[in-house]
T-cell receptor, first 114, second 112 residues
Framework: GAVVSQHPSRVICKSGTSVKIECRSLDFQATTMFWYRQFPKQSLMLMATSNEGSKATYEQGVEKDKFLINHASLTLSTLTVTSAHPEDSSFYIC??????????FGSGTQLSVL | AQSVAQPEDQVNVAEGNPLTVKCTYSVSGNPYLFWYVQYPNRGLQFLLK??????LVKGSYGFEAEFNKSQTSFHLKKPSALVSDSALYFCAVRGDGQNFVFGPGTRLSVLP
């Protein structure tokens, strides 16, 4: 079964609305979660790294006010795309790790902003 | 600094033939090495990992990888490729106390 659960798998929203994506580690405590964005036929682009109980670390060029990340517990991190616009349409993937030897990915969320 | 290289953007192989997807890395300290597979519009699925122990690691779907310390490589292999193996493959590495770094991915196409 899935070790990391990511919801929703697909979301379509209107421009200007906010969308929240959840990432849960199901059977281990994830001290760190990563959020990636992936464009069609391209590699993963790391957006941010979040450690439980602290502020996320964003990669250069990623707007932290637009992509809000919360990692309030060892099993849940959320990514909120605020005031989404068509250029935010993409495939978003989370991963969770215990920073030892477990690193698992969610199934991804396809965001389409109309 | 840590880095991972997957020198081939695309690998084509005929069904039934052996396949190899290459990965080389650079880390300080002991490496933790991983392979993941991504099917279209899906998340990444874990295939196998090397932490310690035998250099030859066996994973899911008949894949295996060999850790070669002297060549700093962790190539993914399968003795007989299937059309269903066609996907995007990512190698990842982590050094002691360091973050995970992913390779750019290699697209594998298995031709019938």
């Amino acid at each position: 079964g899935a070790v990391v659960s990511q919801h929703p798998s697909r979301v379509i929203c209107k421009s200007g609305t906010s969308v929240k994506i959840e990432c849960r580690s199901l059977d281990f405590q994830a001290t760190t979660m990563f959020w990636y964005r992936q464009f069609p036929k391209q590699s993963l682009m790391l957006m941010a790294t979040s450690n439980e109980g602290s502020k996320a670390t964003y990669e250069q060029g990623v707007e932290k006010d637009k992509f809000l990340i919360n990692h309030a517990s060892l099993t849940l991190s959320t990514l909120t795309v605020t005031s989404a616009h068509p250029e935010d349409s993409s495939f978003y993937i989370c991963s969770a790790t215990d920073m030892v030897e477990k690193l698992f990915f969610g199934s991804g969320t396809q965001l389409s902003v109309l | 600094a840590q880095s991972v290289a997957q020198p081939e953007d695309q690998v084509n192989v005929a069904e039934g033939n052996p396949l190899t997807v290459k990965c080389t890395y650079s880390v300080s300290g002991n490496p933790y090495l991983f392979w993941y597979v991504q099917y279209p519009n899906r998340g990444l699925q874990f295939l196998l990992k090397y932490i310690t122990g035998d250099n030859l690691v066996k994973g899911s779907y008949g894949f295996e990888a060999e850790f070669n310390k002297s060549q700093t490589s962790f190539h993914l292999k399968k003795p007989s490729a299937l059309v269903s193996d066609s996907a995007l493959y990512f190698c990842a590495v982590r050094g002691d106390g360091q973050n995970f770094v992913f390779g750019p991915g290699t697209r594998l196409s298995v031709l019938p």
